[in-house]
């Protein structure tokens, strides 16, 4: 892939006098694209102006025009605009090769000279910012001119390695469950605006970058709170949640964060919108956050004004302003590269939060690698993998890992299962019949559904209850999923109640989750208060095995979770299920019981809602079988072919030699 760094010789007009200088527009990129008919794709993109653009890429493919032409046509436009001169010659340098031809086709007469874009980027970046900002003084408003053309914004600046801009091929498009996070956050911030009634929103049509600018300078004057205000420059392009003005002429940045308190990653933000306001010519007085109120309890109709909490972070943001133009310049050096820079994956794919590429970029480790390892807090596995160590099975014997983590190792290098059968043993014979398996779904919301909950409060909406009544019982099914819009709570403590025995043991899959919400529960209906307290007595947490590695399987990936451990044990996992995981079965849930569907439709979500829980439950009674066939079975001794009841992974571990406790 041949690439081409151009530079463009010019003038800067500013006032009476004419600067010339380098101007750096850019690289020309040869793609070969074995999947279009023509086999060259060519891209374009520059710093228009240093100052408000951001680079872009322009793409001329083969619509039968020469290619090229809509570029040089960008390019001629642009530097018109700024008021940029060029001279005619065009320079290739050898390796073009079979593509001089095309590119001399498409832009003679036209004056591009090549050259090391990167030795005159950082200079002519610099001086055509300052001439631009000049021009500005004077009133040229270049989002004028480029109004139909997106502009950076922090979200894209903020978009590690460059990625957006140069493989945004490589960035899936977003997941139900991130878009569920998104659509809680932006009613988050559609609430957080009536703490301000008198407030002018920029509702511009998204991608109207120019557009939503022209409307936030037509609204300033007005001094009233502004929705979404919107400005770009020093490079930036920022928008606020909300902009109050204070005084006779200053302004607060109000940022809304559905979050429950105020996290080291909001004040970036923050600051990165002062650094914009503030060169935008505007007098900030203080940056805001907002977030929500997990105090607040509802009463009747919720009041915006105790929703949220207000936090004064303008010392916080003030304490890292400095550094925001050197951050940014580092973005634009970095997106303006011709290809992504090779950087190894590492926390920050992780932190503050996971990478959309993560999959991508961690797609070379293979099965049981070092980034599985068991609680991992002190990076072991980045360290090692640094060390050129890849796979679990290659750690040195020397290295050092916590007791689990060599388990982990033992076990990749073996390929054979790690059992503690006494420890096994004892957890078996603390079980009381009848053995209750039990399981909980729960939704959240940020704004609370009703009254007496706070914001985020888990409300249980369904129960799976197994109950097997003797050793070798057939498992009966008790369920319950709550009907209609009220508080499923009354119901659901009323339904359990009777779904469990008197006795007996009740197995649940990381209990924290189960008792908390009975004891939430208990809080708001103090008449179930006794009961729950006798039920979370009788829970046992089935993930106690896994958790201390009594048993350990080489599928579990370092995970004591169910998703991995019930597919580890027992070979069936979620797959045929529509709904796989609690995330999406709230979700559901949460969408056929308050948005408009079609009878059919929760018919068919509440069944598939039903199949996931049962499989929960059920999966935790195959669970403790796997559990006792691996006690009873004697260290070393082949398995019992009555054991092979179908192909799962615990037949296979018990087909090989057991390890000694
Ligand atoms: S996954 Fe990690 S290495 Fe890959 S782009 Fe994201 S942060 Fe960078």
């Known amino acids: 892939m041949p690439a081409l760094g151009c530079s463009l010789r010019g003038r800067i007009k500013t006032g009476q006098k004419q600067i010339r200088l380098p101007i750096h527009t850019g690289g020309f990129h040869l793609r070969s694209f074995s999947s279009e008919p023509h086999p060259v794709r060519m891209a374009f993109k520059y710093k228009r102006g240093g100052l408000n653009h951001m680079p872009e890429w322009y793409e001329s ?17 642009d530097m018109a605009l700024l008021g940029i001169d060029y001279d005619t010659t065009l320079e290739f340098p050898e390796n073009v090769g079979l593509y001089k031809e095309h590119f001399e086709k498409a832009l003679k007469p036209e004056v591009l000279r090549c050259g090391n874009r990167t030795q005159v980027l950082d200079q002519t970046a610099n001086l055509v910012a300052e001439c631009l900002k000049r021009e500005m003084m004077k009133g040229y408003r270049p989002e004028d001119q480029f109004k139909d053309e997106p502009f950076s914004t922090i979200s894209t600046l903020m978009t590690k390695h460059g990625i957006t801009y140069n493989a945004r091929h490589l960035i899936p498009k977003v997941d139900e469950a991130t878009q569920s996070i998104f659509d809680q956050a932006n009613a988050v911030g559609a609430f957080a605006k009536r703490m301000f009634p008198t407030g002018i929103e920029i509702d511009t049509p998204p991608g109207d970058f120019a557009g939503a600018i022209r409307r936030t300078q037509a609204t300033l004057p007005l001094r009233r709170p502004i929705f979404e205000a919107t400005f770009a420059a020093n490079g930036g392009y920022a928008r606020a949640d909300i902009l109050n003005p204070v005084g006779r002429d200053e302004w607060d940045i109000i940022e809304v964060k559905s979050t429950t308190r105020t996290k080291d990653v909001h004040i970036p933000d923050l600051a990165f919108q002062l650094w914009v306001f503030t060169a935008a010519g505007l007098k900030i007085r203080r940056c805001v956050l907002c977030h929500v109120n997990n105090q607040f309890v509802r009463q009747g109709e919720v009041d915006p004004q105790e929703l949220f909490k207000r936090h004064d972070v303008t010392a916080e943001v003030m304490g890292i302003l400095d550094s925001i133009g050197e951050q940014v310049r580092t973005m634009e050096k970095i997106i303006g590269l011709a290809e992504c820079p090779k950087i190894p994956i590492g926390k920050q794919c992780d932190s503050p939060v996971t990478c959309p590429l993560r999959e991508n970029c961690w797609a070379f480790l293979p099965p049981q690698n070092v980034l599985d ?121 009323r339904r359990l109640k009777s779904a469990v025995e008197p006795v007996g043991s009740i197995l649940v899959f990381n209990a924290t989750f189960e008792k908390g919400r009975l004891k939430e529960c208990a809080e708001a209906f103090p008449q179930y208060e006794p009961w729950v307290e006798k039920v979370i007595n009788r829970m046992v947490d089935l993930i106690i095995p896994f958790k201390g590695f009594q048993f350990y399987h080489p599928d579990q990936c370092g995970s004591a979770s169910l998703k991995y451990v019930l597919p580890a044990l027992t070979g069936k996992d979620y797959k045929g299920l529509e709904i796989q995981e609690g995330g999406r079965a709230s979700r559901e849930f949460l969408r056929v019981t308050f948005a408009d569907v079609t009878e059919s439709e929760r018919a068919r979500v509440r069944q598939a809602l039903d199949l996931y829980c049962g499989q929960d439950t059920e999966g935790m009674v195959w669970i403790l079988d796997a559990l006792k066939q691996i006690h009873h079975r004697p260290a070393g001794n082949p398995p019992l072919h009555s054991e092979a009841a179908g192909p799962c992974s615990v037949l296979r571990l018990l087909r090989r030699p057991q390890p000694s406790p």
């Open 61 to 77: 493919r083969p619509t039968g025009e020469p290619r090229g032409g809509p570029l040089i046509g960008f390019l001629k436009r």
């Open 373 to 493: 390892l068991y609680h991992d807090t002190k990076g072991r596995g980045l360290d090692l993998l640094n060390r050129g160590v890849l796979r679990l099975a290659d750690i040195p014997g020397d290295y050092p890992l916590s007791e689990k983590q060599a388990i982990q190792r033992a076990v990749a290098i073996s390929g054979k299962p790690h059992v503690k059968r006494i420890q096994i043993e004892r957890f078996l014979s603390e079980l009381n019949y009848p053995l209750h398996f039990l399981d909980f779904e729960s939704f959240q919301t940020a704004i609370p559904i009703f009254d007496g909950t706070r914001p985020y409060e888990q409300i249980p909406f369904q129960f799976s209850l197994h109950l097997v009544r003797k050793v070798g019982g057939e498992p009966e099914h008790r369920k319950f999923l709550a009907e209609g819009r009220d508080d499923p709570r009354p119901d659901f403590l």
